[in-house]
């Protein structure tokens, strides 16, 4: 799963990156991102064009009775097209998801240990994402999004059995457009390359939702010789 993302760039980095002009407050740079809050995310509008917006993280669908419910931050992306609370969202409203790099967790002795994993020669990653507006009578729209999950690759494997879905930014175009595809679509879900990505021990002081400023991806002064182990398969 992802359940933990950082996006430490400036709106305007971001739009440039993406081509997508920024609609609206959006609020980065965020080092933590967490469930639940809003984060910069990409998406196509009724007109064909892209624009930069601020959603929640955790999809609800729109046929939802209420926006509480089960926290949906990721979505399986060999289930999504037909799993009822994704089907419509990746059929007709899928986004792009900026991060720099995102978080897993694992248990090394008594502690669970924080890593980072992110571009090798660092700049912005495009997550597959979904996206949907929820509205009941009388109130704001509400809209959310979700991550898609693939297998791991090399990198990610040894810290977690899922990953999110990144995109090259030669795919991401198909994925916005609304009339691509399940059979265009499909192919694009797979693990990032085992060369595009590279992890390291982190601060413990990410895994506290309060904390979002460097300090989170900053590298642990001295990994331990199990950290070390890890990577090499010993």
């Not at 991060?99 to 980072?116: L, N, T, V």
């Not at 009941?136 to 729209?141: A, F, I, K, L, V």
């Not at 059995?161 to 990144?166: E, L």
């Not at 399940?182 to 060369?195: E, G, Y």
């Amino acid at each position: 799963m992802c359940g933990r993302y950082s996006v430490a760039v400036s709106p305007e980095e971001i739009s440039e990156a993406f081509e997508a002009p920024v609609s609206g407050p959006v609020a980065s740079p965020r080092w933590n991102v967490a469930p639940t809050q809003d984060a910069p995310v990409v998406l196509v509008d009724g007109e064909g064009r892209r624009s930069l917006r601020s959603l929640r993280w955790g999809l609800v669908p729109h046929w939802a009775e209420t926006r509480a419910g089960p926290l949906r931050i990721n979505a399986r992306s060999e289930s999504a097209a037909t799993n009822g609370a994704f089907r419509e969202a990746f059929a007709r409203r899928r986004c792009l998801v900026p991060a720099d790099g995102f978080y897993e967790w694992r248990k090394i002795g008594a502690r669970k240990q924080p890593f980072w994993i992110h571009h090798q020669r660092g700049g912005l990653l495009g997550l597959a994402g979904l996206w949907e507006r929820w509205c009941e009578r009388g109130g704001e729209p509400l809209e959310t999004f979700t991550i898609l999950t693939t297998l791991p690759n090399a990198v990610v494997a040894p810290l977690h059995s899922r990953m999110p879905v990144v995109l090259p930014p030669g795919a991401w175009s198909v994925w916005l457009d609304p009339a691509a595809s399940i059979a265009r679509l499909v192919p694009l879900l797979a693990p990032a390359p085992d060369d595009l990505l590279a992890a390291r021990a982190v601060s413990p002081l990410m895994s506290r939702g309060d904390v979002d400023d460097p300090r989170c991806i900053e590298a642990l002064v001295q990994e331990p010789s199990e950290l070390i182990d890890l990577f090499e398969g010993r």
